[in-house]
């Protein structure tokens, strides 16, 4: 899926803020990492997170999710994905 993208390289638990420019805001994100086959749910805080400490590459997927105000129905969705490098 990231063939041939060239990571972003961030330094060790350095900070990765997340926004949308869509109005209005997703009511719900979440993040996903991928490293060495595994999964791993990445908690926001304050729209952001952190770069894992150990130097390597690693793999996100964003999704944001649009739903009415009572969270019954979906208002659509989206997602997009990106590599970093830690060193």
Known sequence: MLQGV???VITP???I???FAY???P???NIQQFFDDKTLQIPLK???FN???EQGTYYYEISAFWTTD???FSLGDTSAVFVIEVR
Do not use: H
């Open 27 to 29: 009511k719900r994100l």
């Open 46 to 48: 304050n729209d952001s």
């Open 13 to 15: 638990e350095g900070d």
């Open 6 to 8: 060239t990571p972003t």
């Open 70 to 72: 009572d969270g019954k």
């Open 51 to 53: 770069a894992p400490n």
């Open 17 to 19: 803020a997340v926004s």
């Open 23 to 25: 109005k209005p805001a």
